[in-house]
């Protein structure tokens, strides 16, 4: 594209071998060939973009690393991909005031290195921590295991440091807890998906690194016990850091095919549990859970070291990926029920009698469920399957989707179930921050 040519403080792409990578992301979404790819290395390169878009009408599509689950990276009509993967910038942790800025080019595996360094945490941790961009995270509002306490990104974002329509970055927000300025766009920002502006930086929260952890595997003789568990521990006054499951279908794949710490796993289904608080390693807080987990408590078994525990969450985390790897055309979908209601899903589930499997974060309600044999249905059925599944879980209270994003692999679900009004209040906004609809065209709403 000869208008790029002479951009400013940037690399830009714009062999077709090379664009052809920039089509899709993690999801089974495949977008069409961008106009170029630019790489932008300053505010000039940014400032003369959105010039150039609004003059020649492209769009411009955000990109970190491409690690996202829904489409939300991936070009659709005329549009440059705006990769943020050489912005400048560096982590900066401030301990008084304990937050971090990093810029979005940093890797997420930077970020939580650099807190950890000055003995804080920074606990946002979706699957792909190691692989992706910060900046993906926040635009995605990415969650992960911890946000099971902790939340999911937006809850630590203070300020956000965005390039909007004039062509210029605004910061949103300031590096303390407390900012009650009227309604806070930063926040507005986060989880957007791209579609008002581009992320460039943000200010994040960080808390004190916890001084114990306590890694329990909890296997179940009947898969269903485990459903009501999640509830009662909260009940009892138990928060995990995270509580992963493994539905039985899930299992046996893994002991099937999976490496071998994966073969080993027992249990008719299996719970991955996390503490860290502070006296979580003593006998009366692991006597005192035992006793809230009822008769299922007796077969904890608990990690023995380091080493052990981080087996156990590297066979969680390479879940996603071993089934990608087995069923290349699966679909991925990570539908939210309350945790009150998750035996009820299931319940609920199993007469619609979808070709699924089912694994993730059990303490929060955030189901994985993925659909294996997508690849291979027809479309129309597997847009029924889909349409079932989000029906069930929208009707007991929950939603279509709780890290991933609606991106373009859910936009026409979203638009189908959400509220007409919200839908309506969503296209407002995008209206009167982005007049000229560049960013991100096509996505969300």
């Not at 390693?281 to 299922?296: D, I, M, R, W």
């Not at 209270?397 to 026409?412: N, P, Q, T, V, Y």
Request: some cysteine.
């Amino acid at each position: 594209m000869d208008l790029l040519n002479n951009l400013p403080e940037a690399t830009v792409i714009t062999g077709p071998d090379l664009l052809e990578g920039y089509r899709r992301d993690e999801s089974h979404v495949v977008g069409e060939l961008p106009l170029a790819v630019v790489k932008p290395r300053g505010p000039a390169a940014l400032r003369e973009l959105v010039r150039l878009a609004k003059a020649e009408g492209f769009g411009l599509v955000p990109r970190g690393a491409g690690t996202g689950k829904a489409g939300g990276c991936t070009p659709l009509g005329r549009c440059v991909v705006v990769d943020m993967g050489e912005y400048p910038g560096t982590i900066a942790v401030s301990q008084p005031d304990l937050c971090l800025w990093a810029p979005a080019s940093a890797m997420l595996k930077e970020v939580k290195a650099a807190a950890l360094a000055q003995g804080l945490c920074y606990p946002p941790d979706p699957n792909s921590w190691d692989q992706c961009a910060f900046g993906g995270t926040l635009a995605t509002n990415a969650g992960g295991p911890s946000a099971c306490k902790y939340g999911m990104t937006r809850h630590w974002v203070l300020a956000v440091d965005a390039l909007m329509d004039d062509g210029e970055v605004h910061r949103f927000g300031i590096a303390s807890v407390k900012c009650n300025t009227g309604p806070s766009l930063g926040q507005l920002l986060v989880g957007s998906e791209g579609i008002f502006g581009i992320i460039v930086g943000a200010t994040v929260r960080l808390i004190p690194e916890p001084a114990q952890r306590l890694t329990l595997l909890l296997p179940m003789e009947r898969w269903h016990d485990l459903l009501d568990l999640p509830g009662q521990l909260v009940a009892a006054g138990y928060l995990p850091a995270a509580f992963e499951f493994w539905d039985p279908a899930v299992l046996r794949e893994l002991r099937a095919s999976g490496p071998e710490e994966a073969r080993r796993l027992p249990g008719e289904a299996l719970a991955l549990l996390e503490f860290d608080d502070r006296d979580c390693q003593s006998e009366p807080f692991l006597e005192g859970l035992v006793e809230a987990l009822g008769p299922q408590g007796e077969h904890l078994q608990s990690a023995t070291g380091a080493r052990q525990r981080d087996a156990l969450w590297a066979v969680r985390r390479m879940t996603s990926s071993h089934l990608k790897e087995r069923y290349p055309g699966k679909v991925s979908e990570d539908i939210v029920v309350p945790r009150s209601r998750i035996r009820e899903f299931f319940q609920e589930l199993e007469p619609l009698a979808l070709p699924a499997v089912t694994y993730g974060h059990l303490g929060d309600g955030n189901l994985h469920v993925n659909l294996l044999t997508a690849g291979t249905t027809e479309p129309l059925a597997l847009e029924r399957q889909l349409h079932a599944l989000f029906e069930l879980c929208l009707g007991l209270g929950g939603a279509i989707s709780g890290e991933h994003g609606i991106g373009l692999a859910k936009r026409d679900a979203f638009l189908r179930f959400a509220d007409p009004f919200q839908v309506h209040s969503l296209r407002a906004i995008k209206r009167a921050l982005d007049p000229s609809g560049i960013f991100n065209p096509g996505k969300v709403v």
